[in-house]
């Protein structure tokens, strides 16, 4: 008698535990059981970037991505021409680049390198961002001797230039209207445009008309 009710009680338990199994809803986002021994699916790995918005998180932690802008630079007087890469941020600008810039920019007289600024180089960074696919032509860069007393080409601050295809005064004004402490010449007689860094100074504009002739300091495009 007794072991019959107990057999019946087991019987009613189970009963009523599968019961609340299968009633019970399972959520998708909820971990099945996987039994002991049984193989782990794997979901294979999706063949695309990972992309947030529109970056690609793939190439902002890519160490080996290059910042800047491409451009290339002829300087006439040692005839060589080079493609480099310059960012118009300083810290920005590669060892590498830096080195290419201490070339052409070297003294085209005597042949000497010199320690070029990191602000010239990222200034001229912005010129080739402002007019991409145009050459830049480097009349003077670094100079062992020769011009103006205390110019700043003596200090590797300074360079001459022109931009392929593009007006000097449209070049002279967009160094004016973008760069603080530095000195912006044009030289109409010749064509090209001076740019100095002059850091812990304010800016200043000058017009040469014609090669030998006085500076013209503080001309009418500098109140723009």
């Known amino acids: 008698m007794v072991v019959r ?14 019961w609340v199994v299968l009633a019970t809803p399972w959520s998708s986002a909820e971990t099945p ?22 970056l690609h998180l793939q190439e902002l932690f890519d160490p080996d ?33 830096m080195k290419v810039m201490r070339s052409i920019l070297r003294c085209h007289q005597s042949g000497r390198r010199h320690r070029i600024d990191k602000r010239l180089v990222a200034a001229l960074g912005r010129v080739a961002a402002r007019f991409p ?17 205390r110019s700043r080409h003596f200090r590797g601050q300074a360079v001459d230039f022109k ?15 973008e760069l603080d402490h530095v000195g912006v010449g ?22 040469q008309w014609r090669e030998g002739g006085k500076y013209r300091y503080h001309p009418g495009w500098t109140a723009l």
């Open 163 to 177: 931009v392929q295809g593009i007006k000097a005064k449209e070049v002279r004004d967009f160094l004016w209207g």
């Open 133 to 149: 696919g145009r050459e830049i032509e480097i009349v003077s860069g670094y100079r062992a001797y020769g011009g103006v007393k």
């Open 5 to 18: 009710r107990l057999a019946s009680l087991y019987a009613m338990v189970a009963g009523l535990l599968a």
């Open 33 to 54: 059981m996987v039994l002991a021994g049984a193989p782990t699916p794997v979901e294979p790995a999706a063949d695309v970037d990972v992309v947030d918005g529109d």
């Open 65 to 97: 991505l290059e910042l800047g802008q491409e451009v290339t630079i002829y300087a006439r007087n040692l005839r060589r021409r080079v493609t480099v890469r310059l960012s118009d941020q300083p810290e920005d600008i590669s060892p590498e680049a």
């Open 186 to 207: 044009h030289y109409h007689s010749k064509g090209f445009i001076h740019l100095d860094i002059r850091p812990g100074h304010m800016k200043i504009g000058w017009d």
